[in-house]
């Protein structure tokens, strides 16, 4: 046990190494938010795939869904890597970096306001932001909790101490890039330490299968999925020998949420603007591409062997009380030998610790020159704005810590809300303003308030005039539909509204930017 906290305090300490020495080569609020553009593809695409994956992947999605619908999961990670990863780098990188040069913005609520003309675009789209990246930082924390409490017996405040004091420092210090060189460095651990859990699986199932080939185990896998399917309703069946699979609509509205929902989340979207150079973007596809591949198709792929866990096994280690955050974390532990488990920990701390520092950096640029530099105290200088935003990503932390500690069994539903708002709110007026010159304020606007109707409005009524429960269930689809309808109604309002000056128009669609800058 001694050795497990050697390690994790070596690996902090670079971590915080890192974070000090970029401190002193963080300037201005440009430097601390898109690391003055000077990135490279290799740190810009493993930072995009260490956002995108998170503990609230590897416990939450893959233990629910791994037991709820076998290797159906695994159709997440592969579409997460193509729809949420190449695509999204194909379409959105090369025309968000071109657009944001031409108005000159750093954050997607400055995005919007001057590619729409409204400074009350700004500020609202900033409080989304800020009010509802909260609850999915809360579920990464969770989620990095259940793996911690397992491997070194800590109890969930413990935890999110350490994970909260650890992040907020190296944020607080270097922002993004010290973020995204961490991320790289971390990444590397995530992608070689997936590839050995993926191994030391297939392992454990031959053993308790007593099989040899890989056939075989997947056979295996799938036959106890279905006698769990079978037990269940069954008299005397509990939920830890029995499993209710989840219905199609269910799972594909998870596709949906994860793949083509990151497209409007602002901690993604931010990784374009940052890109140094447009011959960049292929090569970032391909490299988020294969990180993605490996990462979200092992986890979802691990999580459906938690089947093969002894029901006696299961309850022991939940308290009688079933939970699908558990099941990965219960499956690690018996299926790697001790010293990998410590990689898999690192792993996970890793994922989630890239994830909450996007998180902060892009809701504390929200307030910080969003809010309090677009409307509260213009003309600051730029290291009193820089103090601002530290303070704020320190405050966001904080707010985040406390939500966690309130309903860690959340997870999945929690990241669905946030997901679902987010996008709901920003894709559709986000990707019609990157290409379509026609879009107008008013369609933007109604664009905006549909989706985030739509998916508070669904979530909140299942909440309380249904039960917890069915919103939790539901939240999925709920994000899903909010994503999806306001494609419809930005174009449909746009059709029958005011045009937008052609000032306006033709800097956003101003002539290409050179490959090199």
């Known amino acids: 046990m001694l050795g497990n906290y050697i390690i994790l305090a070596l690996f902090i300490a670079v971590l915080l190494g890192i ?3 970029e401190m002193f080569r963080t300037k201005t609020t440009g430097d601390f938010l898109l690391g003055g553009k000077t990135l490279g593809p290799w740190i810009l695409a493993v930072s995009y795939g260490t956002t995108y994956f998170s503990a ?5 999605f893959a233990g629910q869904f791994g037991w709820s619908s076998g290797f159906g999961g695994v159709w997440v990670g592969l579409m997460n890597a193509l729809v949420g990863g190449t695509l999204a780098w194909l379409v959105l990188g090369r025309r968000t970096r071109h657009m944001t040069h031409n108005l000159n913005t750093m954050t997607m609520p400055e995005f919007f306001s001057a590619r ?9 789209t900033a409080c989304v932001i800020f009010v509802f990246l909260i609850p999915y930082s809360a579920s990464v924390f969770a989620g990095l909790g259940y793996l911690f409490k397992q491997v070194f017996n ?3 405040p413990q935890v999110l101490t350490l994970i909260c004091v650890v992040t907020g420092f190296y944020v607080f210090l270097g922002g993004y890039k010290a973020a995204a060189r961490i991320d790289f460095f971390q990444g590397v651990i995530m992608f070689f330490g997936t590839l050995l859990m993926v191994y030391f699986v297939l392992e454990f199932a031959k053993k308790t299968l007593d099989v040899s080939s890989f056939t075989a185990v997947i056979d295996g896998v799938k036959q106890s999925f279905a006698d769990h399917a079978r037990n269940a309703g069954q008299e005397g069946a509990t939920p830890f020998d029995s499993v209710k699979p989840i219905p199609g609509f269910i799972l594909w509205s998870v596709v949906f949420m994860t793949s083509v929902g990151a497209w409007g989340l602002p901690q993604m979207v931010h990784k374009y603007y940052a890109i140094k150079d447009e011959s960049q973007i292929f090569r970032g596809a391909i490299i988020t591409t294969i990180f993605a591949l490996v990462i979200g198709g092992s986890a979802y792929f691990c999580g459906a062997f938690s089947h093969l866990l002894p029901a006696d096994l299961l309850s022991e280690k939940m308290g009688g009380n079933f939970d699908s955050n558990a099941l990965v974390p219960i499956m690690l532990i018996r299926a790697l030998p001790p010293a990998l488990m410590l990689i898999i920990l690192l792993l996970v701390l890793s994922a989630s610790m890239s994830t909450l520092s996007s998180l902060v950096l892009v809701s504390s640029s929200a307030v910080s020159i969003d809010l309090y530099k677009g409307f509260l105290a213009k003309g600051k200088s730029e290291k009193h704005y820089l103090w601002v935003m530290r303070i704020l990503s320190t405050a966001f932390i904080m707010v985040s810590w406390v939500i966690a500690m309130y309903n860690p069994s959340w997870i999945v539903a929690l990241m669905s809300l946030s997901w679902g708002a987010i996008a709901g ?5 986000y990707l ?9 304020k008013a369609g933007a606007y109604a664009g905006m308030l549909t989706g985030f109707l739509t998916m508070n409005g669904i ?8 039960a917890p429960a069915a919103a939790k269930g539901f939240a999925p689809v709920a994000a899903t539909i909010a994503i999806i309808v306001p494609f419809f109604v930005v174009p449909a309002v746009s059709f029958v509204s005011r045009k937008l000056p052609s000032e306006i128009v033709e800097k956003a669609f101003a002539a290409d930017l050179p490959k090199a800058e």
């Open 19 to 21: 974070a000090c020495w």
């Open 56 to 60: 609230v992947v590897f416990i939450g």
């Open 116 to 124: 729409y003309g409204s400074t009350h675009m700004r500020w609202l």
């Open 154 to 156: 800590l109890t969930m």
């Open 425 to 429: 709110t920003f894709l559709a007026p």
């Open 432 to 440: 019609y303003g990157l290409y379509w010159r026609g879009t107008t």
């Open 459 to 466: 979530y909140w009524y299942r909440y309380f005039a249904i």
